[in-house]
């Protein structure tokens, strides 16, 4: 069961990273600015964002695997016409097509391993389900830069739509089928559960209220940058080639597998001595708000610039590995709740992760464009527009951190 979810979830990771790979391809073709580009990219997360109340519900009433194998026949179709697309708009609409159809391919097993699994192998199985997703991010790189001169960017995305044809008939093999009688016998669902007044007081917990600020530009910001403005950074202003620029995302992405590799096995233990997912998050965070800064002063006319001679990516990397202490976030909220509402919980709480990827994601770029506008150079550019992104961080880090110690 769950590696018939991991290759869902592997090729709706892939999805969502390929476009950093295939940038400069697509600028040029299309002629693109950065606010098209981001807006292009961001689609997949307007798309992923736009279905989350509504798969809560459908989740927990017709479980997992009914709706995570009607919403990829969707991401089936969105692959397709990318793959035909003949100008910008319709390149939008794939991606968003594409968004919809995988916007479950998380939430789904997390809903299943909500009933399944103990409270500890949950949180295994959400690092390793991460690690899946880095997989997926890291054969967006260097595997796809290498089949660009074979296959072509449209060759890659037929390719993308036969392996989530191929994720379907996983799941359709070796997931069970919900059985609401078999599970939660003590705790029956009533019809007034998926009402609107249970939607509503998931948003008014105060596990939820406390997570919302770090997950829509913390986390969503992480998933923004690592899916697409990292690669810009290192070709317009570190001045890599694509290729050098897919080669520091494929490190980055490998950087990020062993990461969540590593959280699924000390997670459990860390748990059963106390070390909760609120607390590691109060102290690995602020680790992360350090490098961000450091990211972007390397690349530019700085002193720390000037005595820097590591690769640009090493200092992402750092980044990356200290912002996915958030990840913790997703199990920590659907723990908060009872299994019935596991599925409403965990997709809520998506939608405010994704509508941050897709409004920090467009935003960087409106900002690097406005900044260009106003006569910044283009280093100067993306460092303004990545300093009001840290001080979103650095807000959102203090309403956790106040209501984590309430």
Same mark, same amino acid.
């Given at each position: 069961?769950?590696?018939?979810?991991?290759?869902?979830?592997?090729?709706?990771?892939?999805?969502?990273?390929?476009?950093?790979?295939?940038?400069?391809?697509?600028?040029?073709?299309?002629?693109?600015?950065?606010?098209?580009?981001?807006?292009?990219?961001?689609?997949?997360?307007?798309?992923?964002?736009?279905?989350?109340?509504?798969?809560?519900?459908?989740?927990?009433?017709?479980?997992?695997?009914?709706?995570?194998?009607?919403?990829?026949?969707?991401?089936?179709?969105?692959?397709?016409?990318?793959?035909?697309?003949?100008?910008?708009?319709?390149?939008?609409?794939?991606?968003?097509?594409?968004?919809?159809?995988?916007?479950?391919?998380?939430?789904?097993?997390?809903?299943?391993?909500?009933?399944?699994?103990?409270?500890?192998?949950?949180?295994?199985?959400?690092?390793?389900?991460?690690?899946?997703?880095?997989?997926?991010?890291?054969?967006?790189?260097?595997?796809?830069?290498?089949?660009?001169?074979?296959?072509?960017?449209?060759?890659?995305?037929?390719?993308?739509?036969?392996?989530?044809?191929?994720?379907?008939?996983?799941?359709?093999?070796?997931?069970?089928?919900?059985?609401?009688?078999?599970? @939660?016998?003590?705790?029956?669902?009533?019809?007034?559960?998926?009402?609107?007044?249970?939607?509503?007081?998931?948003?008014?917990?105060?596990?939820?209220?406390?997570?919302?600020?770090?997950?829509?530009?913390?986390?969503?910001?992480?998933?923004?940058?690592?899916?697409?403005?990292?690669?810009?950074?290192?070709?317009?202003?570190?001045?890599?080639?694509?290729?050098?620029?897919?080669?520091?995302?494929?490190?980055?992405?490998?950087?990020?597998?062993?990461?969540?590799?590593?959280?699924?096995?000390?997670?459990?233990?860390?748990?059963?001595?106390?070390? @909760?997912?609120?607390?590691?998050?109060?102290?690995?965070?602020?680790?992360?708000?350090?490098?961000?800064?450091?990211?972007?002063?390397?690349?530019?006319?700085?002193?720390?610039?000037?005595?820097?001679?590591?690769?640009?990516?090493?200092?992402?990397?750092?980044?990356?590995?200290? #912002?996915?202490?958030?990840?913790?976030?997703?199990?920590?909220?659907?723990?908060?709740?009872?299994?019935?509402?596991?599925?409403?919980?965990?997709?809520?709480?998506?939608?405010?992760?994704?509508?941050?990827?897709?409004?920090?994601?467009?935003?960087?770029?409106?900002?690097?464009?406005?900044?260009?506008?106003?006569?910044?150079?283009?280093?100067?550019?993306?460092?303004?527009?990545?300093?009001?992104?840290?001080?979103?961080?650095?807000? #959102?880090?203090?309403?956790?951190?106040?209501?984590?110690?309430?």
């Amino acid at each position: 069961m769950f590696a018939a979810f991991a290759a869902a979830y592997f090729i709706s990771a892939a999805l969502r990273t390929v476009t950093a790979t295939l940038a400069p391809t697509l600028t040029q073709e299309f002629a693109l600015q950065a606010r098209d580009l981001g807006l292009l990219s961001g689609g997949y997360f307007l798309g992923f964002a736009a279905l989350q109340i509504p798969l809560g519900v459908w989740l927990d009433r017709y479980g997992p695997r009914r709706v995570i194998l009607c919403m990829l026949s969707i991401a089936v179709l969105g692959c397709a016409v990318f793959a035909v697309a003949t100008n910008f708009y319709s390149l939008l609409i794939a991606r968003v097509l594409c968004g919809l159809g995988v916007s479950v391919c998380l939430m789904a097993p997390l809903t299943a391993y909500r009933r399944w699994f103990n409270p500890e192998t949950q949180l295994r199985a959400n690092s390793w389900m991460l690690m899946t997703g880095s997989l997926g991010m890291l054969c967006a790189t260097l595997p796809v830069q290498a089949a660009m001169p074979v296959l072509g960017w449209r060759g890659i995305f037929w390719a993308l739509a036969l392996f989530v044809a191929i994720a379907m008939i996983l799941i359709a093999l070796c997931v069970p089928v919900w059985r609401e009688a078999l599970v @939660d016998k003590d705790k029956p669902v009533q019809p007034s559960v998926v009402g609107e007044g249970q939607i509503i007081s998931i948003w008014r917990h105060p596990a939820f209220v406390r997570m919302v600020p770090i997950g829509f530009f913390t986390y969503g910001g992480m998933i923004a940058i690592q899916t697409l403005w990292v690669g810009p950074w290192m070709t317009r202003i570190a001045g890599y080639t694509a290729v050098e620029a897919a080669g520091g995302l494929f490190a980055i992405n490998f950087a990020m597998l062993i990461n969540y590799w590593a959280w699924g096995w000390v997670n459990p233990k860390l748990a059963s001595h106390g070390w @909760d997912a609120v607390r590691l998050m109060r102290i690995g965070l602020p680790f992360s708000l350090l490098a961000l800064p450091l990211a972007v002063l390397v690349a530019t006319d700085t002193p720390l610039a000037a005595g820097w001679v590591l690769p640009i990516w090493i200092v992402w990397i750092f980044y990356f590995v200290s #912002s996915a202490f958030v990840s913790l976030a997703q199990p920590a909220v659907g723990m908060a709740f009872e299994s019935h509402m596991a599925g409403r919980a965990l997709t809520a709480y998506n939608l405010v992760i994704f509508m941050g990827v897709f409004i920090v994601q467009w935003g960087i770029g409106l900002g690097i464009d406005l900044f260009r506008w106003f006569g910044m150079s283009e280093v100067q550019a993306y460092t303004a527009a990545f300093g009001a992104f840290w001080l979103c961080c650095l807000a #959102s880090y203090a309403h956790f951190y106040r209501h984590a110690r309430g």
